[in-house]
Each structure stands twice: as C-alpha cells, then as structure tokens.
C-alpha cells in the first residue's frame, strides 16, 4: 500500500505560481510512476501530468504544456508539480496518483485526497 498526501494548494491570482507536492508513505514508490490529475469545478477529474519511476519520460496535457513541470525526488518519496502562468480555467482539486505500472499505462492504483488550487482573475 501506497499513502499518498498532496499539500501546497492555495488561492493565487492570474500570471501567478504554485508548487504541489506529494508525499508518499507505505511501501517506497520509487519504483512506480506518478501522475497529476485535476477536477475542475463541475467537470470530470482530467490528466495534468505523469512522470516515469526514473523521470526519463514525462507527459503533459496539452493545456499544461510549458506552463507546469512535473518531477520527483525518490529520496524524499515525494513528487511535485510547479504550476506558473496560472490561469483562471486552471481552478481545479488536484490530485496526485502512483501505480507500479508502466508510464504507457492508464491504470493508477493509489490516490491522495486532493488540495483545491483556485485561480482568481
């Protein structure tokens, strides 16, 4: 079992910054991939961002791409995500996820309980 703990949410405004991270507690998740989802307000939790066990490959959401930058660090067991030119439509609860399977993969297998990220205008 994974635990997984997402902290650094807050309200920012338009153009600012955000570093999400993600703590992970159990078995090491060294070994396993970690991904960032979103769900915006009224809508379906969506893709942000997934990173490799050795981050050798990442993957954005297109609507990310150049703004945020996913990375960890498996000695601290924690991943991050540094969230700038943040826009309004970026309002959303992330969440981080793990799972021990490829970076190919969908399948994530352990989630945190989300921290709300709010970008005002």
């Known amino acids: 079992q994974v635990q997984l703990v997402e902290s650094g949410g807050g309200l920012v405004q338009a153009g600012d910054s955000l570093r999400l991270s993600c703590a992970a507690s159990?078995?090491?998740?060294?070994?396993?991939?970690m991904g960032w989802f979103r769900q915006p307000p009224g809508k379906e939790r969506e893709f942000v961002a997934a990173?490799?066990?050795?981050?050798?490959?990442?993957y954005y959401a297109d609507s990310v791409k150049g703004r945020f930058t996913i990375s960890r660090d498996n000695a601290k067991n924690t991943g991050y995500l540094q969230m700038n030119s943040l826009k309004p439509e970026d309002t959303a609860v992330y969440y981080c996820?793990?799972?021990?399977?490829?970076?190919?993969?969908?399948?994530?297998?352990?989630w945190g309980q989300g921290t709300q990220v709010t970008v005002s205008s």
């Open positions: 996820a793990a799972d021990p399977s490829g970076i190919t993969g969908r399948k994530y297998s352990y």
């Open positions: 159990g078995r090491t998740f060294s070994g396993y991939k």
């Open positions: 990173v490799s066990w050795d981050q050798a490959t990442t």
